[in-house]
């Protein structure tokens, strides 16, 4: 964690544009993670339709090829 003194420290010599882009960079962090769960959702479900697909082709059962 940042200590507090570095807070005030940027607080008082640069202002709320410090606190602004800390703000922003947390968000976007946030936003990256989101879209990292969802794609591997996805990802998750695409190899099980795949899997299905695979199962179901003619030829296929019992691994034959």
């Known amino acids: 964690m940042v200590p507090d003194a570095l807070w005030v420290s940027l ?3 640069h ?3 410090v606190l602004l ?3 922003l960079l947390f968000k976007d962090h946030k936003k990256d993670e989101t879209t990292r769960a969802a794609l ?3 990802t998750e479900i695409i190899i099980e339709l795949t899997t299905l697909i695979r199962e179901r082709l003619p030829g296929r059962a019992g691994g034959e090829k």
């Open 11 to 13: 607080l008082t010599e």
């Open 15 to 17: 202002g709320p544009w």
């Open 21 to 23: 882009v800390f703000l």
């Open 40 to 42: 591997h959702r996805n």
